[in-house]
């Protein structure tokens, strides 16, 4: 595999080129700042870019994002001491392809590396169990914003947005007329609604449809 090694001190760059050629990986580029990262990515199209956040000149985020732009077929790794929820997951939705803390043994290092060959996120499993318990706050967070309605649910309110009657509702699901009506039963529970008209008004100030009622 090969690599191309950003971080801002010396020292730490040689050790980590270090332990990469020791364990056979070809590290074609090291560099100290944001923008030669990105000009060493241009240059030698690596398999991975391991990247420092704290840099000079180019962050590591920003460096990221335009290499992800630039050469999706590289993987992105950043390597850093921060542990920052802000830094992890913002790395995350720019489109790295892992998180490792600078404080990591060197054997798991190589290993989680190791894993990147066979599509596996280069992330320990604290850091893993930190990106999902934020996928399960945002899944929760989606809901509370409907209401607590379910997916079929908001399809159905959609449809009574559309005026559709529950046998209509019913054939553009494929599912039978009474389980439409217990989805609407549910709705009308769920938004504290007293009938079809009300629920979807409720809707339409939730934006979870886009409906003119006229």
């Known amino acids: 595999m090969r690599v191309v090694v950003a971080d801002d001190h010396s020292l730490f760059r040689d050790g980590i080129i270090s332990l990469l050629e020791a364990a056979e990986y070809e590290v074609v580029a090291q560099v100290g700042d944001g923008v030669a990262a990105l000009e060493a990515v241009r240059r030698h199209k690596p398999d991975l870019a391991l990247l420092d956040i704290s840099m000079p000149e180019m962050n590591g985020l920003e460096a990221l994002e335009k ?26 939705e720019i489109g790295a392809d892992g998180y490792l803390l600078k404080d990591l043994d060197a054997g798991e290092f190589l290993s989680i590396l190791d894993g990147i060959n066979n599509g596996e996120a280069a992330v320990t499993r604290k850091i893993a169990a930190r990106i999902m318990g934020r996928v399960k706050d945002l899944a929760q967070q989606n809901e509370d914003e409907k209401g607590g309605l379910s997916p079929r649910e908001v399809e159905v309110l959609a449809l009574l947005g559309d005026g559709l009657p529950n046998r209509a509702i019913a054939e553009r699901l494929f599912v039978s007329e009474n389980t439409v009506k217990y989805h609407v039963r549910n709705i009308l529970q769920k938004l504290g609604a007293q009938n079809r008209t009300e629920a979807v008004a409720h809707a339409m ?8 009622l006229d």
Not at 74 to 86: C, G, I, P, R, Y
Not at 207 to 212: E, K, N, P, S, V
């Open 67 to 92: 290499i992800k732009a630039e050469s999706p077929g590289t993987k992105v790794v950043m390597l850093t001491v921060s542990d920052a929820d802000e830094d992890l997951f913002k790395s995350i």
């Open 205 to 212: 100030r939730m934006g979870l449809i886009d409906q003119d």
